[in-house]
Protein backbone atom coordinates (compact mmCIF):
# COMPACT_ATOMS: atom_id res chain seq x y z
CA UNK A 1 0.00 0.00 0.00
CA UNK A 2 1.60 3.09 -0.75
CA UNK A 3 -1.10 5.88 -0.45
CA UNK A 4 -0.73 5.97 2.94
CA UNK A 5 -0.35 9.54 3.46
CA UNK A 6 -3.42 9.99 1.26
CA UNK A 7 -5.31 9.17 4.40
CA UNK A 8 -6.72 12.28 5.82
CA UNK A 9 -10.21 11.82 5.89
CA UNK A 10 -11.63 8.18 7.15
CA UNK A 11 -14.72 7.11 7.12
CA UNK A 12 -15.64 4.62 10.20
CA UNK A 13 -17.76 1.53 8.88
CA UNK A 14 -19.98 1.33 12.19
CA UNK A 15 -22.48 3.20 13.66
CA UNK A 16 -21.44 2.46 17.24
CA UNK A 17 -20.45 5.79 19.51
CA UNK A 18 -18.36 3.77 21.88
CA UNK A 19 -16.13 2.73 18.75
CA UNK A 20 -16.09 6.07 17.25
CA UNK A 21 -14.85 7.50 20.06
CA UNK A 22 -12.08 4.43 21.11
CA UNK A 23 -10.56 4.47 17.24
CA UNK A 24 -11.01 8.45 16.56
CA UNK A 25 -8.47 8.82 19.26
CA UNK A 26 -6.21 6.72 18.56
CA UNK A 27 -6.26 7.60 15.09
CA UNK A 28 -6.32 11.48 15.90
CA UNK A 29 -2.93 10.81 17.17
CA UNK A 30 -1.40 9.35 13.34
CA UNK A 31 -3.33 12.54 11.89
CA UNK A 32 -6.10 11.17 10.72
CA UNK A 33 -9.88 12.54 11.04
CA UNK A 34 -12.23 9.75 11.34
CA UNK A 35 -16.05 10.26 10.28
CA UNK A 36 -18.90 7.87 11.26
CA UNK A 37 -20.65 6.69 8.46
CA UNK A 38 -23.78 7.67 9.62
CA UNK A 39 -22.87 11.00 9.29
CA UNK A 40 -22.13 10.73 5.56
CA UNK A 41 -25.75 8.88 5.17
CA UNK A 42 -24.41 5.34 4.89
CA UNK A 43 -26.58 2.73 6.51
CA UNK A 44 -25.34 -0.90 7.84
CA UNK A 45 -23.88 -3.19 5.84
CA UNK A 46 -24.86 -6.67 5.97
CA UNK A 47 -22.31 -9.47 7.88
CA UNK A 48 -23.31 -12.48 6.06
CA UNK A 49 -19.83 -14.56 5.31
CA UNK A 50 -18.64 -17.35 7.45
CA UNK A 51 -15.17 -15.15 8.68
CA UNK A 52 -14.43 -11.58 10.37
CA UNK A 53 -12.44 -10.66 7.56
CA UNK A 54 -14.65 -11.01 5.00
CA UNK A 55 -17.51 -9.47 7.25
CA UNK A 56 -14.87 -6.52 7.94
CA UNK A 57 -13.94 -5.91 4.07
CA UNK A 58 -17.74 -5.81 2.99
CA UNK A 59 -18.59 -3.41 5.68
CA UNK A 60 -15.51 -0.83 4.44
CA UNK A 61 -15.65 -1.27 0.65
CA UNK A 62 -19.74 -0.72 1.40
CA UNK A 63 -18.40 2.47 3.17
CA UNK A 64 -15.96 3.57 0.67
CA UNK A 65 -18.14 2.72 -2.49
CA UNK A 66 -20.92 4.91 -0.82
CA UNK A 67 -18.87 8.07 0.37
CA UNK A 68 -15.87 7.83 -2.15
CA UNK A 69 -13.24 8.05 0.78
CA UNK A 70 -10.92 5.49 2.36
CA UNK A 71 -13.01 3.21 4.38
CA UNK A 72 -11.85 1.60 8.45
CA UNK A 73 -14.33 -1.60 9.30
CA UNK A 74 -14.03 -3.65 12.36
CA UNK A 75 -15.75 -7.06 12.88
CA UNK A 76 -15.00 -9.04 16.28
CA UNK A 77 -16.52 -11.65 18.30
CA UNK A 78 -15.71 -13.83 20.77
CA UNK A 79 -14.38 -17.63 19.82
CA UNK A 80 -13.74 -20.42 22.73
CA UNK A 81 -11.71 -23.69 22.38
CA UNK A 82 -14.58 -26.08 23.49
CA UNK A 83 -17.07 -24.84 21.59
CA UNK A 84 -14.37 -25.09 18.27
CA UNK A 85 -14.79 -20.90 17.98
CA UNK A 86 -18.04 -20.43 18.74
CA UNK A 87 -20.22 -18.18 18.72
CA UNK A 88 -17.46 -16.76 16.78
CA UNK A 89 -18.53 -14.76 13.89
CA UNK A 90 -21.84 -15.56 15.28
CA UNK A 91 -21.38 -13.61 18.78
CA UNK A 92 -24.24 -11.25 17.85
CA UNK A 93 -26.62 -13.23 16.79
CA UNK A 94 -25.80 -16.29 19.06
CA UNK A 95 -29.65 -16.91 21.04
CA UNK A 96 -31.15 -15.80 18.00
CA UNK A 97 -29.80 -18.79 15.64
CA UNK A 98 -30.92 -21.27 18.51
CA UNK A 99 -34.67 -19.69 18.01
CA UNK A 100 -33.77 -17.34 20.94
CA UNK A 101 -34.51 -13.53 21.12
CA UNK A 102 -31.14 -11.31 19.77
CA UNK A 103 -29.68 -9.61 23.30
CA UNK A 104 -26.89 -9.76 25.33
CA UNK A 105 -28.80 -11.99 28.22
CA UNK A 106 -30.02 -14.58 25.87
CA UNK A 107 -26.16 -14.55 24.19
CA UNK A 108 -24.96 -15.63 27.46
CA UNK A 109 -27.37 -17.64 28.49
CA UNK A 110 -26.82 -19.46 25.43
CA UNK A 111 -23.40 -19.70 25.94
CA UNK A 112 -23.07 -20.74 29.81
CA UNK A 113 -25.59 -23.68 28.89
CA UNK A 114 -23.34 -25.05 25.68
CA UNK A 115 -20.51 -24.98 27.81
CA UNK A 116 -22.13 -26.78 31.13
CA UNK A 117 -19.98 -29.83 32.10
CA UNK A 118 -17.38 -28.61 30.38
CA UNK A 119 -13.65 -28.30 31.69
CA UNK A 120 -12.30 -26.24 29.10
CA UNK A 121 -13.05 -22.66 29.78
CA UNK A 122 -10.73 -21.11 27.44
CA UNK A 123 -11.85 -17.87 25.03
CA UNK A 124 -10.47 -15.04 23.67
CA UNK A 125 -12.67 -11.65 22.21
CA UNK A 126 -11.13 -11.60 18.51
CA UNK A 127 -11.09 -8.29 16.25
CA UNK A 128 -9.95 -8.11 12.80
CA UNK A 129 -9.64 -3.88 11.42
CA UNK A 130 -9.71 -3.57 7.40
CA UNK A 131 -8.78 -0.37 5.61
CA UNK A 132 -9.41 0.49 2.39
CA UNK A 133 -8.18 3.23 -0.15
CA UNK A 134 -11.12 3.35 -1.63
CA UNK A 135 -13.70 0.47 -2.53
CA UNK A 136 -11.87 -1.62 -5.08
CA UNK A 137 -8.37 -1.36 -3.21
CA UNK A 138 -6.60 -4.76 -4.21
CA UNK A 139 -4.61 -4.10 -1.37
CA UNK A 140 -6.77 -3.64 1.93
CA UNK A 141 -4.70 -2.88 4.79
CA UNK A 142 -5.52 -5.87 7.46
CA UNK A 143 -4.67 -6.09 11.40
CA UNK A 144 -5.68 -8.53 13.94
CA UNK A 145 -6.25 -8.45 18.05
CA UNK A 146 -6.79 -11.32 20.65
CA UNK A 147 -7.55 -10.78 23.89
CA UNK A 148 -7.50 -14.07 26.14
CA UNK A 149 -9.39 -15.37 28.87
CA UNK A 150 -12.07 -17.88 30.55
CA UNK A 151 -15.70 -18.20 30.36
CA UNK A 152 -16.85 -17.95 33.75
CA UNK A 153 -20.89 -19.36 34.67
CA UNK A 154 -21.88 -16.65 36.84
CA UNK A 155 -22.13 -12.72 35.65
CA UNK A 156 -19.75 -10.27 37.29
CA UNK A 157 -19.44 -6.36 36.84
CA UNK A 158 -21.66 -4.08 34.74
CA UNK A 159 -19.36 -2.27 32.80
CA UNK A 160 -19.19 -3.26 29.13
CA UNK A 161 -21.24 -4.62 26.95
CA UNK A 162 -21.89 -8.32 25.36
CA UNK A 163 -20.27 -11.27 26.83
CA UNK A 164 -17.96 -9.25 29.06
CA UNK A 165 -19.79 -10.16 32.35
CA UNK A 166 -18.71 -13.86 31.29
CA UNK A 167 -15.50 -13.18 29.99
CA UNK A 168 -12.70 -13.41 33.20
CA UNK A 169 -9.23 -11.95 32.97
CA UNK A 170 -7.59 -14.38 35.12
CA UNK A 171 -4.13 -12.00 34.96
CA UNK A 172 -6.74 -9.13 36.40
CA UNK A 173 -8.80 -11.41 38.58
CA UNK A 174 -11.38 -9.50 37.02
CA UNK A 175 -13.94 -9.87 34.53
CA UNK A 176 -13.75 -7.40 31.38
CA UNK A 177 -17.43 -5.60 32.83
CA UNK A 178 -15.51 -5.24 35.94
CA UNK A 179 -13.13 -2.95 34.03
CA UNK A 180 -13.22 0.99 34.04
CA UNK A 181 -14.00 1.53 30.27
CA UNK A 182 -10.18 3.21 29.71
CA UNK A 183 -8.67 0.26 31.12
CA UNK A 184 -11.17 -2.34 28.83
CA UNK A 185 -10.34 0.46 25.82
CA UNK A 186 -6.14 0.23 26.71
CA UNK A 187 -6.03 -3.59 27.06
CA UNK A 188 -8.81 -5.24 24.41
CA UNK A 189 -9.17 -7.13 21.40
CA UNK A 190 -9.85 -3.76 19.71
CA UNK A 191 -7.16 -1.86 20.84
CA UNK A 192 -4.59 -4.63 20.01
CA UNK A 193 -6.12 -4.43 16.86
CA UNK A 194 -5.61 -0.92 16.18
CA UNK A 195 -2.23 -0.80 17.23
CA UNK A 196 -1.16 -2.85 15.08
CA UNK A 197 -3.19 -1.14 11.95
CA UNK A 198 -1.01 1.88 13.23
CA UNK A 199 2.05 0.38 13.31
CA UNK A 200 1.30 -0.98 9.63
CA UNK A 201 0.68 2.53 8.82
CA UNK A 202 3.53 4.11 10.29
CA UNK A 203 5.46 1.73 7.97
CA UNK A 204 3.78 2.84 5.29
CA UNK A 205 4.47 6.30 5.29
P1 LIG B 1 -19.39 -6.36 16.19
O1 LIG B 1 -18.12 -6.75 15.56
O2 LIG B 1 -19.37 -5.02 16.80
O3 LIG B 1 -20.56 -6.61 15.26
O4 LIG B 1 -19.58 -7.32 17.45
C1 LIG B 1 -20.06 -8.62 17.32
C2 LIG B 1 -20.48 -9.18 18.63
O5 LIG B 1 -19.33 -9.71 19.29
C3 LIG B 1 -21.10 -8.21 19.64
O6 LIG B 1 -22.46 -8.06 19.41
C4 LIG B 1 -20.81 -8.91 20.95
O7 LIG B 1 -21.73 -9.93 21.17
C5 LIG B 1 -19.45 -9.54 20.68
N1 LIG B 1 -18.35 -8.63 21.09
C6 LIG B 1 -17.42 -8.05 20.32
N2 LIG B 1 -16.58 -7.29 21.05
C7 LIG B 1 -17.00 -7.39 22.31
C8 LIG B 1 -16.56 -6.80 23.55
O8 LIG B 1 -15.59 -6.03 23.63
N3 LIG B 1 -17.26 -7.14 24.64
C9 LIG B 1 -18.33 -7.98 24.61
N4 LIG B 1 -18.80 -8.53 23.51
C10 LIG B 1 -18.14 -8.25 22.36
Known amino acids: MSEANDLKR ?4 SNNAGKLREFASLLGAAGIE ?10 EAEEPHATFVENALAKARHASTLTGLPAI ?5 LCTHALRGAPGVHSARYAQLAGGEKSDAANNARLV ?5 TADRRAYYFCVLVLVRHADDPEPLIAEGRW ?4 IDAP ?23 LDPARKNASSHRAIALRQL ?6 LA
Do not use: M
Open 73 to 77: ADDSG
Open 198 to 203: LARLKE
Open 156 to 178: RGANGFGYDPHFFLPALNATAAE
Open 113 to 117: AELAG
Open 148 to 151: HGEV
Open 34 to 43: LIAQAELGVP
Open 10 to 13: VVLA
